[in-house]
Each structure stands twice: as structure tokens, then as C-alpha cells.
């Protein structure tokens, strides 16, 4: 059984940064793509960033492209997401995901086999 364990969440002021960590238990963790979505009220989930097995390939949604890293230490099992010039529209429960295999590009939720519980990210203006 896989487990995520997100943190790094919080309330913060537009314009500043938060580093979110991914923890995950298991040994599937180092062979599979991982990605950050994010879930406002009243909202479906969306995707943020993906990062495949050895860390060499990211794709970006666009509304956080230039602002966000996402990256991956394969030792500690843990994914990150850098966000830095956050504004009230990044407000949502950010949860992280162990892609499914074969499953392509992973910008969709079903493409993902186990989620974390998520972290609270919330920026004020």
C-alpha cells in the first residue's frame, strides 16, 4: 500500500513564496511519475505539474509556468513544489499524485493510481 504525505502548506501574503513537500511510503515511488494538482472550493481539481521517474522531464500547467518547480529527490521519496510569486488565485488544497504506468502525458486525475490528503495553500492580497 502506497501512502502521500503532503506539508509545507500555509497562509501567506501575494508575492511570496512556499515550498510544498510529498512524502511517499512504498518502493513504487523511484519508477513512477509524480504530479501536484490543486483543488479550490467549489472547483474540480487541476492539474499543476508533473515530473516523470528520474526528474529529467516537467510539464507545467500554464497558469504556473515561470512561477512553479516541481522536482524530486528518488532517496528521500519526496516530490517538491517551489511556488514563488503566489497571488490569491493559487488559493486551494494542493494534493500530490503517483502517476499510473503507461498512462501518457498525466495532466488528467484519472491517470493517477494514489493521492495524498492535501496541504492548504492560502495567499492573500
Known amino acids: 500500500q502506497v501512502q502521500l504525505v503532503e506539508s509545507g502548506g500555509g497562509l501567506v501574503q501575494a508575492g511570496d513564496s512556499l515550498r510544498l513537500s510529498c512524502a511517499a511510503s512504498?518502493?513504487?515511488?523511484?519508477?513512477?511519475?509524480m504530479g501536484w494538482f490543486r483543488q479550490a472550493p467549489g472547483k474540480e481539481r487541476e492539474f499543476v505539474a508533473t515530473?516523470?521517474?528520474?526528474?529529467?522531464?516537467?510539464y507545467y500547467a500554464d497558469s504556473v509556468k515561470g512561477r512553479f518547480t516541481i522536482s524530486r529527490d528518488n532517496a528521500k521519496n519526496t516530490v517538491y513544489l517551489q511556488m514563488n510569486s503566489l497571488n490569491s488565485e493559487d488559493t486551494a488544497v494542493y494534493h500530490c499524485?503517483?502517476?499510473?504506468?503507461?498512462?501518457?502525458?498525466?495532466?488528467?486525475?484519472?491517470?493517477?493510481?494514489?493521492w495524498g490528503q492535501g496541504t492548504q495553500v492560502t495567499v492573500s492580497s
Open positions: 499524485g503517483i502517476g499510473r504506468l503507461g498512462a501518457g502525458v498525466l495532466t488528467k486525475v484519472g491517470r493517477y493510481d494514489y
Open positions: 512504498g518502493r513504487t515511488f523511484s519508477t513512477r511519475s
Open positions: 515530473i516523470n521517474w528520474s526528474g529529467d522531464s516537467t
